[in-house]
């Protein structure tokens, strides 16, 4: 439906709903509005419009939003989920909209829930299995994106290099994180992809207190304090735990190296 010489973009919020009207409530994000950035870009569009959800947006009537989209955007056709609802109280809905563009000869597609199993993907589903530690059914809803962490590698305590495993530690992003534990992952880093133990939580055998992510790369020395670090493709691989000694923790990062590898996905 799109027409020629006209350009495809997407308007979506900075922050959740909630965040405004339930603050406290509202859940924690699968992508930082810079991923959710790059995503779009990857997918064609041209255009972004990042908003925030604020007492002007949730209180606008549907007639208001429309109008907003197409007199002041210089919206010509609107894709939206068949179930999508907007304006003041949720009062708008696909119906809605159909009606409208229909008289101002605005394109409009309402596009059908996706499901997978049956049940209908959506990001409540998705955000129960990354907590839950899930990443390859979360990975699946996703499609080919998956779930990804995305940081700047900070200064740690150093006890990696000590411990025969020196570690990245990445800035953790403002989203959901996975449960705590030991994950295998692929890193990418300067254009190359490596295989990855990851380590999420408060590092309970130094009596951590502070979720950390600590990423260690196969066959890498290099120190990159101060870049990017991106982490995806993560498979739960174990729970973190204290153990009896030291010598007992080394003996199982060594044995976690060991059965790590590209994943397959066959």
Not at 16 to 41: I, K, Q, V
Not at 111 to 121: A, P
Not at 174 to 181: I, N
Not at 223 to 228: A, D, F, K, L, V
């Amino acid at each position: 439906m799109r027409r020629p010489g006209s350009r495809s973009g997407v308007l979506t919020f900075a922050d959740h709903p909630a965040s405004f009207l339930r603050p406290g409530s509202e859940p924690p994000l699968l992508c930082t509005s810079e991923e959710r950035a790059d995503l779009f870009a990857g997918a064609g569009f041209e255009e972004c419009f990042l908003a925030t959800f604020d007492e002007c947006v949730a209180t606008l009537s549907p007639q208001a939003f429309l109008d907003l989209l197409v007199d002041t955007l210089g919206v010509r056709a609107i894709v939206v989920g068949s179930t999508f609802r907007f304006g003041h109280k949720r009062s708008g809905d696909a119906a809605t909209m159909r009606e409208y563009c229909a008289r101002r000869g605005i394109g409009f597609v309402p596009v059908e829930n996706e499901t997978d199993g049956g049940e209908r993907i959506s990001s409540t589903r998705i955000r129960r299995l990354v907590a839950e530690g899930d990443l390859a059914g979360a990975d699946r809803l996703l499609g080919g994106t998956g779930y990804e962490i995305r940081g700047s590698v900070e200064l740690g305590a150093g006890r990696g290099h000590g411990l025969g495993f020196p570690t990245a530690n990445v800035r953790p992003p403002d989203k959901l994180l996975p449960k705590d534990g030991v994950y295998s992952a692929v890193a990418r880093y300067d254009g190359r992809d490596r295989v990855a133990l990851v380590s999420i939580g408060s590092n309970p055998q130094f009596g951590g207190t502070r979720r950390t992510v600590e990423a260690w790369m196969r066959d890498f020395h290099q120190t990159i304090y101060g870049r990017e670090l991106a982490l995806r493709d993560f498979r739960y691989v174990r729970d973190q735990k204290l153990f009896a000694t030291v010598d007992e923790l080394i003996d199982q990062m060594q044995h976690d190296s060991e059965v790590i590898a590209f994943p397959s996905y066959g």
